[in-house]
Protein backbone atom coordinates (compact mmCIF):
# COMPACT_ATOMS: atom_id res chain seq x y z
CA UNK A 1 0.00 0.00 0.00
CA UNK A 2 2.83 2.33 0.48
CA UNK A 3 3.86 2.09 -2.72
CA UNK A 4 0.89 3.32 -4.41
CA UNK A 5 2.03 6.99 -4.25
CA UNK A 6 5.42 6.04 -6.00
CA UNK A 7 4.30 4.71 -8.40
CA UNK A 8 1.73 6.33 -9.23
CA UNK A 9 4.30 9.42 -9.72
CA UNK A 10 6.17 7.32 -11.93
CA UNK A 11 3.08 6.32 -14.17
CA UNK A 12 2.48 10.58 -14.45
CA UNK A 13 5.55 11.04 -15.49
CA UNK A 14 5.87 7.99 -18.18
CA UNK A 15 2.58 9.46 -19.48
CA UNK A 16 3.67 12.85 -19.80
CA UNK A 17 7.05 11.43 -21.40
CA UNK A 18 4.64 10.06 -24.11
CA UNK A 19 3.04 12.29 -24.69
CA UNK A 20 5.68 14.61 -25.23
CA UNK A 21 5.40 17.04 -22.44
CA UNK A 22 8.52 18.60 -20.89
CA UNK A 23 7.73 17.63 -16.68
CA UNK A 24 10.08 20.02 -15.85
CA UNK A 25 9.17 23.02 -17.80
CA UNK A 26 5.28 22.30 -16.89
CA UNK A 27 5.91 21.68 -13.09
CA UNK A 28 7.93 25.18 -12.77
CA UNK A 29 5.11 26.63 -14.85
CA UNK A 30 2.67 25.78 -12.69
CA UNK A 31 4.66 26.83 -9.48
CA UNK A 32 4.93 30.16 -11.30
CA UNK A 33 1.17 30.68 -11.54
CA UNK A 34 0.43 29.40 -8.07
CA UNK A 35 2.58 31.95 -6.47
CA UNK A 36 -0.04 34.86 -6.64
CA UNK A 37 -2.70 32.48 -5.22
CA UNK A 38 -0.50 31.51 -2.16
CA UNK A 39 0.19 35.60 -1.88
CA UNK A 40 -3.99 35.75 -1.37
CA UNK A 41 -3.77 32.99 1.15
CA UNK A 42 -1.46 33.78 3.25
CA UNK A 43 -3.39 36.87 5.24
CA UNK A 44 -6.18 34.47 5.81
CA UNK A 45 -4.49 31.80 6.73
CA UNK A 46 -2.31 33.47 9.13
CA UNK A 47 -5.45 35.15 10.71
CA UNK A 48 -6.77 31.87 11.21
CA UNK A 49 -3.95 30.60 12.66
CA UNK A 50 -3.32 34.05 15.13
CA UNK A 51 -7.16 33.18 16.31
CA UNK A 52 -6.70 29.94 17.16
CA UNK A 53 -3.45 31.26 19.21
CA UNK A 54 -4.82 33.53 20.81
CA UNK A 55 -7.97 31.35 22.01
CA UNK A 56 -5.90 28.54 23.55
CA UNK A 57 -3.40 31.09 24.84
CA UNK A 58 -5.56 33.83 26.49
CA UNK A 59 -7.26 31.47 28.61
CA UNK A 60 -10.64 32.23 26.71
CA UNK A 61 -11.14 28.43 25.64
CA UNK A 62 -10.39 27.11 29.01
CA UNK A 63 -13.28 29.89 30.27
CA UNK A 64 -15.72 28.87 27.90
CA UNK A 65 -15.08 25.14 28.47
CA UNK A 66 -15.73 25.79 32.12
CA UNK A 67 -19.16 27.81 31.28
CA UNK A 68 -20.08 25.03 29.14
CA UNK A 69 -19.23 21.86 31.31
CA UNK A 70 -22.25 22.55 33.45
CA UNK A 71 -24.52 22.73 30.02
CA UNK A 72 -22.89 19.54 28.53
CA UNK A 73 -22.88 17.28 31.63
CA UNK A 74 -26.78 17.93 31.41
CA UNK A 75 -27.10 16.61 27.97
CA UNK A 76 -24.76 13.90 28.34
CA UNK A 77 -22.04 14.69 26.92
CA UNK A 78 -18.36 14.33 28.11
CA UNK A 79 -16.76 17.88 28.70
CA UNK A 80 -13.86 16.50 27.85
CA UNK A 81 -14.74 16.53 24.34
CA UNK A 82 -15.72 20.25 24.34
CA UNK A 83 -11.88 21.57 23.49
CA UNK A 84 -12.40 18.80 20.14
CA UNK A 85 -15.50 20.26 19.60
CA UNK A 86 -14.73 24.18 19.64
CA UNK A 87 -11.35 24.05 17.75
CA UNK A 88 -12.02 21.78 14.99
CA UNK A 89 -14.26 24.45 13.18
CA UNK A 90 -11.32 26.54 13.27
CA UNK A 91 -7.95 24.12 12.96
CA UNK A 92 -7.26 20.62 11.62
CA UNK A 93 -3.79 20.36 13.49
CA UNK A 94 -5.26 21.94 16.74
CA UNK A 95 -8.21 19.39 16.63
CA UNK A 96 -5.48 16.05 15.98
CA UNK A 97 -3.44 17.34 18.75
CA UNK A 98 -6.37 17.35 21.77
CA UNK A 99 -7.66 14.05 19.95
CA UNK A 100 -4.05 12.66 20.91
CA UNK A 101 -4.14 14.39 24.57
CA UNK A 102 -7.70 12.61 24.83
CA UNK A 103 -6.14 9.47 23.66
CA UNK A 104 -3.30 9.92 25.89
CA UNK A 105 -5.48 10.53 28.96
CA UNK A 106 -8.07 8.02 28.12
CA UNK A 107 -7.28 5.99 25.62
CA UNK A 108 -7.93 5.40 21.87
CA UNK A 109 -10.64 2.48 23.10
CA UNK A 110 -12.35 4.32 25.89
CA UNK A 111 -16.00 5.99 25.05
CA UNK A 112 -14.15 9.60 24.89
CA UNK A 113 -11.62 8.26 22.33
CA UNK A 114 -13.91 6.67 20.35
CA UNK A 115 -16.73 9.55 20.77
CA UNK A 116 -13.54 12.01 19.46
CA UNK A 117 -12.52 9.90 16.78
CA UNK A 118 -16.25 10.11 14.81
CA UNK A 119 -16.44 14.12 15.89
CA UNK A 120 -13.37 14.58 14.12
CA UNK A 121 -14.01 12.42 11.10
CA UNK A 122 -17.65 13.82 11.37
CA UNK A 123 -16.95 17.41 11.44
CA UNK A 124 -14.80 19.95 8.63
CA UNK A 125 -12.27 22.56 9.66
CA UNK A 126 -14.95 25.12 8.16
CA UNK A 127 -13.40 28.26 8.66
CA UNK A 128 -9.95 27.26 7.68
CA UNK A 129 -11.64 25.80 4.58
CA UNK A 130 -13.57 29.07 4.05
CA UNK A 131 -10.55 31.06 4.31
CA UNK A 132 -8.51 29.07 2.02
CA UNK A 133 -11.43 28.98 -1.00
CA UNK A 134 -12.77 32.55 -0.49
CA UNK A 135 -9.14 33.68 -0.26
CA UNK A 136 -8.06 32.08 -3.54
CA UNK A 137 -11.23 33.39 -5.51
CA UNK A 138 -10.92 36.58 -3.97
CA UNK A 139 -15.11 36.59 -2.18
CA UNK A 140 -15.33 39.48 0.02
CA UNK A 141 -18.63 38.95 1.06
CA UNK A 142 -19.77 35.62 2.21
CA UNK A 143 -23.36 36.03 2.78
CA UNK A 144 -25.26 33.15 3.64
CA UNK A 145 -22.42 30.44 3.61
CA UNK A 146 -20.64 30.97 6.98
CA UNK A 147 -24.05 30.31 9.14
CA UNK A 148 -24.81 27.73 7.12
CA UNK A 149 -21.33 26.08 7.77
CA UNK A 150 -21.87 26.93 11.09
CA UNK A 151 -25.00 25.23 11.44
CA UNK A 152 -23.81 22.09 9.24
CA UNK A 153 -21.20 21.53 12.10
CA UNK A 154 -23.50 21.88 14.95
CA UNK A 155 -25.74 19.27 12.39
CA UNK A 156 -22.52 17.04 12.59
CA UNK A 157 -21.47 17.51 15.67
CA UNK A 158 -24.29 16.64 17.20
CA UNK A 159 -24.94 13.42 14.71
CA UNK A 160 -21.58 12.17 16.02
CA UNK A 161 -22.60 12.34 18.99
CA UNK A 162 -25.80 10.23 18.70
CA UNK A 163 -24.19 7.84 16.58
CA UNK A 164 -21.23 7.32 18.98
CA UNK A 165 -23.80 6.60 22.16
CA UNK A 166 -25.53 4.61 19.66
CA UNK A 167 -22.33 2.46 18.98
CA UNK A 168 -19.97 2.51 21.41
CA UNK A 169 -21.88 3.05 24.89
Known amino acids: ?6 IG ?10 CR ?7 TDGAAKALPLLGRLIPSLAAILAAVTVLR ?6 ALIQWLTPLC ?7 ALLPLILL ?8 IA ?20 VLLGASETLLYTLAVYFGAVGVRKTRFTVPLALIATATSVGMGLVFAKLFFE
Open 21 to 27: VRVFTAF
Open 88 to 95: RPLSGSAA
Open 57 to 62: DSGALD
Open 1 to 6: MSAVVP
Open 98 to 117: VLSDLFTRYGPDSPVGLTGS
Open 9 to 18: VVLLLVYALL
Open 73 to 79: SAVGIDP
